[in-house]
């Protein structure tokens, strides 16, 4: 195996901890773009499957999905899922951390502003949980949270609300009937699924197969609609 080199981009402190932006370069590989926060690994600009998933999984269930809230704008591949399907009139990106939202502006991330100039794009900086509360009902043809690893292995301890009945009720009043909310997660969480079918009664959990670390693993979205 090659060495593995890191150069740091750009660097943050935050009070939720460090933001880091990174690249790595290895012989064997293509260099890619690895985000960090709190010291905990988020995500990189190779295994981005299932955040596209997470996006066209959503907006196949949905005949008009007009207006789309993503939360976790990350390296924005959601954001650009959604983008690319033109029945999207309205994408609303909520992100915590102000300096990721202009390391995609700048230039930082090279691939960010192009993707951030699209005009449907309205960009808030917030906490989901404060953005969802503030939301008016049914303000939302679908709401995609990738905001964490997922319940069981957290970067924010914060966030572990996000993924438990009363939030989840909250998102799903921002939901239109006949719309969706979709949860990523990094592993399997019956907890979650449990809490989305308290609230949402039926709750689909899809498998997404990835490579990581030469090894198959799956990410997982848990998918649940409001009737209408
Ligand atoms: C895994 S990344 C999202 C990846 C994104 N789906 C993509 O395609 O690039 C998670 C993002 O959620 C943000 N985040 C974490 N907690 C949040 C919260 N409570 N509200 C809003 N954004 C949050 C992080 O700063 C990070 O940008």
């Given amino acids: 195996m090659s060495e593995v080199e890191y150069v740091e981009l750009a660097r943050v402190e935050t009070e939720r901890g460090d933001l880091v932006l990174r690249e790595r370069r290895g012989e064997d590989a293509p260099s890619a773009l690895e985000l960090r926060a709190n010291g905990v690994f988020v995500m990189d600009t190779v295994e981005i499957g299932s955040e596209r998933a997470l996006a066209s999984a959503a907006l196949e269930l949905v005949a008009e999905p007009r207006v789309v ?34 390391w995609m502006r700048d230039g930082t991330v090279p691939h960010g502003p192009g993707v951030m100039a699209d005009g449907r794009v309205e960009v808030v900086v917030a906490d ?57 997660s990094a592993s399997a969480s019956p907890d979650l699924q449990a809490a989305l079918e308290r609230v949402f009664g039926a709750v689909e959990a899809i498998a997404h197969q990835v490579r990581l670390q030469e090894r198959d693993e799956h990410y997982w979205l848990y998918v649940a609609r409001v009737e209408r």
């Fill in 69 to 102: 809230l993503v939360g976790g704008l990350g390296l924005g591949y959601t954001m650009h899922e959604v983008l690319a399907d033109h029945r999207v009139e309205r994408c609303v990106v909520v992100e915590i951390e102000s300096a990721l939202v202009d």
């Fill in 128 to 184: 989901v949980a404060v953005a969802l509360t503030e939301a008016r009902p049914s303000s939302y043809d679908l709401v995609l949270l990738d905001v964490d690893n997922g319940p069981g292995y957290l970067v924010h301890d914060a966030n572990a609300a996000l993924y438990r009945d009363p939030f989840l009720a909250t998102a799903r009043a921002a939901v239109r009937p006949g719309g969706a909310l979709v949860v990523w």
